[in-house]
């Protein structure tokens, strides 16, 4: 069973000013709301945790790893339709990770990147004047 959850609205944009964006393309991700977990609006970004584990951040941290992230369609028989996955792939390789739920620093669910073993973090895009924040 999946569990649906609007959550904040995400800015999804590409730092070339496209006005589409396929599959694979380079997306800078920020949130349009102030998170709880920072004091502004803030981006999101890839730093190497404590235990090593890249986690997803806002932006305002050290280690950050130097990449973009992109949003694949989801091949894995998620059940609703239009559901995508995220990915964040480094500059110097190309290579892209899948972003899943782990276990961050202090043994709290986080996105992070996983193994390609691992189940991605799935969503569906909606709106934002559709959907409500209930995060």
């Known amino acids: 069973m999946y569990k649906l959850n609007n959550g904040l609205p995400l800015k999804i944009s590409s730092p070339y000013r496209s006005y589409f964006l396929f599959p694979g393309s380079k997306l800078d991700l920020s949130f349009t709301t102030v998170p709880t977990c920072a004091s502004t609006p803030s981006a999101w970004t890839v730093v190497k945790g404590l235990s ?5 951040k806002v932006t305002g941290y050290e280690n950050t790893l130097n990449g973009y992230f992109a ?3 989801s091949s894995t028989g998620f059940s609703l339709q239009n559901s995508y996955k995220f990915q964040f792939c480094t500059f110097d390789s190309d290579e892209c990770a899948n972003i899943g739920i782990v276990k961050g620093d202090n043994n ?3 996105l992070g990147l996983i193994s390609e073993d ?11 004047e559709t959907s409500s924040s209930s995060a």
């Open 108 to 110: 709290d669910r986080q």
């Open 118 to 128: 691992d189940p991605a973090f799935m969503f569906v895009l909606v709106n934002a």
């Open 71 to 73: 949003i694949q369609e």
């Open 52 to 56: 090593g584990q890249p986690l997803v």
